[in-house]
Each structure stands twice: as C-alpha cells, then as structure tokens.
C-alpha cells in the first residue's frame, strides 16, 4: 500500500543517509571517499543504522581495500555524484570511483552508474521516456516491468541488480516526489533503500523535495548531517 504516514515520533535517519552526506562531504571539501566513508562510519558506528556486515568490518578496520560487493550500498549513496558532475561520462567515471572504494564488483559499479545517471538526466531535462531508455540500453536492466506485478513476488534483496531496477521503475511510475517515495516503500523488502534510490531521482526529475517534507527530514538529522546537505544543495542548486 501506499497509503501510510511518511513520519512519525519513532523516525530516525539510516545507513543511506549517513554515507550519501559523506559521498557529499567528500565532493564539497576533496578529501577522498575512502577517508570520508570510514571517517562516517566512525561517527555513526554500529549496526542499529542498518550498516551491511561486510561494510562494518570493512569501515572499522585499518584495511582500505575493497570487498567486491555487489550490494547496493554503492547505488543508495551516489545521488551526490549526479548533481556535482556534468557530462554523462564524467558521472559514469566519479559513480564509479565512488562505488569501488567498496563496491567494486561490475554488478555494484554499474549499480551506482545507473543511479547517478538517471539523476543527472533528469536534472538535465530528460523525460522519463529518455532516461528509461538510457538506463535500459546503457545497463540492460529491465524497466518495463509493472510495480503491480513486482510487489507480490518481491522478496528482501540487497543486491544492486534485485533492487536497482525496482528502484528506477518506483519513479518512473511516479507523478510526483512523495508519489515516488511512496511508491518504492510499497514494494517492500529493503524499503529505505528503494525509496533513498527512487526518491534521490525523483528530486531530480520534479523540482525538489516539497517543502514540507524537506523540513520534516531535516529536522530528524543532527547538526553534522544537516550541515553537509545544506551547503551542498546551495553549491550544487539541488
């Protein structure tokens, strides 16, 4: 269903948020994504911001040597790239130096490519007619499947390639940023990246994050988080 409250008393920001602000941190001031990935991590540790196992052990230790993931972590936090860059081989090289810090299984590099690129072209004007036929010939994912048709067969899938595509499709149905949102959190599984993916195009695509929603978000992050994202969009009109 759809129809559900967007927030409540219990909401709180996740693992996506975390690392999209440090991809954005790590744009804004040029210190490498690796640093700024752990440097993140470090801040915000543990499992109960819904971290994957592997990127735990990863983030916490010494080792800066990617894990051949091909999760989608890598995609739920490029939507920086696609704002910050401006041609399309320019996002498709910076989605892919941002994905193999950890991602760097083709399935997980193309995960992130895929995402950014959808971004940037809908910032850029692309319809959504343009952008599914960019991503499906570009990706060879499959966007022509109906969400009415995915939500009774979806299961929990974190892989780029079992949630990438459901993602783009969630906007792509769309008729607005709450629709999208909305939307991607109805397929289920893993919901708050469906949506973090869905919603990152959407704000592309429409315009913005509704005022109402914008402030509502923002409000739920500390200080840090709050500070990153607004000095990003100021830099970047997002």
Not at 25 to 35: F, N
Not at 145 to 153: A, F, N, T
Request: contains cysteine; charged residues 25%; glycine residues 8%.
């Amino acid at each position: 269903s759809t129809d559900f409250p967007l927030f409540s008393r219990k909401s709180f920001f996740t693992d996506d948020t975390i690392l999209t602000v440090a991809l954005a941190d790590s744009i804004l001031s040029g210190i490498s994504y690796v640093k700024k990935i752990k440097e993140y991590y470090n801040l915000y540790p543990g499992s109960s911001y819904g971290y994957g196992g592997r990127f735990r052990q990863w983030a916490a230790s010494d080792n800066s040597k990617p894990y051949n993931s091909f999760g989608n972590g890598s995609a739920m936090r490029v939507s920086p790239v696609g704002w910050a860059y401006n041609t399309p081989d320019d996002v498709l090289t910076e989605a892919e130096r941002s994905a193999a810090v950890t991602h760097n299984h083709p399935e997980g590099i193309k995960g992130a490519q895929s995402v950014a690129s959808a971004i940037y072209l809908a910032r850029s004007g692309s319809s959504k007619d343009e952008i599914k036929k960019y991503i499906e010939s570009t990706f060879s994912y499959n966007l022509s499947e109906k969400l009415d048709d995915i939500r009774p067969k979806y299961r929990f899938d974190e892989t780029c390639q079992g949630s990438v595509p459901q993602s783009i499709i969630a906007f792509l149905e769309s008729d607005s940023y709450e629709d999208a949102v909305r939307k991607a959190v109805s397929i289920g599984g893993d919901s708050d990246t469906i949506a973090c993916i869905a919603g990152g195009i959407a704000e592309a695509f429409y315009g913005g994050v509704p005022g109402e929603i914008a402030d509502r978000a923002l409000s739920i992050l500390d200080d840090r988080l709050r500070d990153v994202v607004l000095r990003f969009c100021k830099a970047y009109n997002c």
